[in-house]
């Protein structure tokens, strides 16, 4: 699907709280290269949206009941490689940011940065033809160092 010459980002959203997951889709849908295509609220609806939906991305929060936002991007990193994830959270520390990268995520940033998503979700998903998978982990930013944007540990 495109729109306007452009390749459409399919975009799922993962967070418990719904008034986070409207606030994302309000932000993330005024972008006419994003097509948010679902929704879910803790790791497991999000584990089988990813299969049902597939998304080209997932905004995932990290702390969720059922499964937490780090064991389904595990998940879904080893199932289905090709899906970028991006971690948000309000609370994160600078271990779970290392634990939700280590499982797959691209990079975390804190829901007060929001308006930030929609540069990182462009660089994540326009970069994620250049890792290669046998070199180690990198982010999809290029980078190999840790950072949450937005985080008071950068």
């Not at 306007?4 to 932000?27: F, Y």
Request: hydrophobic content about 40%; charged content about 25%; proline content about 4%.
């Amino acid at each position: 699907m495109e729109r306007e010459g452009t390749e459409v980002i399919r975009i799922l959203l993962v967070d418990d709280v719904e008034k986070i997951r409207e606030s994302l889709r309000a932000i993330l849908s005024t972008y006419p290269h994003f097509d948010i295509v679902g929704e879910a609220c803790d790791g497991e609806e999000a584990v089988l949206a990813v299969a049902q939906l597939k998304p080209s991305v997932g905004v995932m929060d990290i702390n969720m009941p059922r499964l937490n936002g780090i064991e389904a991007t595990a998940w879904i990193r080893r199932m289905y490689p090709h899906v970028v994830v991006v971690g948000v959270s309000a609370i994160a520390t600078e271990d779970t940011c290392q634990l939700m990268k280590a499982a797959g995520a691209t990079t975390v940033i804190s829901k007060e940065t929001v308006e930030q998503l929609q540069r990182v979700i462009l660089e994540s998903v326009g970069q994620r033809s250049q890792v290669d998978p046998t070199k180690g982990k990198t982010d999809l930013l290029g980078s190999r160092q840790n950072h949450w944007v937005g985080s008071p540990f950068v």
